[in-house]
């Protein structure tokens, strides 16, 4: 009966987690509009505002796979505990404060990338997934604490500390390029754009370790 109710806790726990991941990703759209009817009086006119709007849409792919990415890694890392903790809840919470953030400044990214005030876009929009970092880092910890004992197998921990030690580093690369979005904002973009596709790399081969 207690294990049952454990397991109901952590399904619980993740199906609201995919509540929260399914709602941020879907508020990305918003800010993509399309353009105003009376704005357009020809062909060249659309093909111009669909041009405009090409920023947009490019900060919206790279945010949808972001949270994409994000969710993936949630659901394999889940899969490590067999119970839950209220460290690891809030953490858990923390995790998902940063992921519901993401539309706000993919819509700076998308605005201002392309002119003279890019970089504080491109800064709020690193730093985000510097402070992401910060909580995979709280939550790898919640699940290691061995007062919790949340992880099912000695395997699990491995990962766990596979995932803690890929959270630090994380959070340098985020924080170095938050710093140095001020100087250099169209190269720092596609710098985290470009490690993305790495965390893809890495969620892949993750998730084929973990059934394995």
């Known amino acids: ?9 952590n399904a619980r726990l993740e199906a609201f987690c ?3 991941f399914a ?13 105003s009817v009376t704005a357009i009086t020809s062909k060249q006119d659309l093909y111009h505002a669909i041009g405009h709007l090409l920023p947009n849409i490019l900060a919206f792919l790279l945010s949808f796979i972001t949270i994409f990415i994000t969710w993936v890694n949630h659901h394999e890392a889940m899969k490590l505990v067999h119970k839950t903790s ?3 809840i809030y953490a858990n919470g923390f995790m998902l404060l940063t992921v519901v ?16 005030s890019a970089s ?4 709020i929009y690193s730093s985000v997934f510097g402070i992401q970092s910060i909580a995979w880092a709280l939550m790898c910890l919640a699940a290691l604490n061995p007062a919790n004992l949340l992880l099912k197998s000695e395997r699990a921990v491995r990962l766990a500390r596979q995932n803690l030690k890929r959270s630090y580093y994380a959070f ?41």
């Open 23 to 35: 709602i941020a990703i879907t508020l990305l759209i918003i800010d993509i509009k399309i353009p």
């Open 1 to 9: 009966m207690v294990m049952e109710e454990k397991r109901n806790v």
């Open 120 to 123: 504080p876009a491109v800064a």
């Open 172 to 212: 340098v690369l985020y924080a170095g390029c938050t710093v140095l979005a001020f100087w250099f904002p169209l190269t720092i973009a596609v710098v985290v754009a470009t490690t993305w596709i790495i965390w893809l790399i890495i969620g892949i081969n993750l998730k084929d370790d973990n059934r394995a």
């Open 86 to 88: 209220a460290h690891f």
């Open 101 to 116: 953030f993401i539309p706000f400044p993919t819509s700076l990214l998308g605005e201002f990338v392309l002119t003279e």
């Open 18 to 20: 995919d509540g929260v």
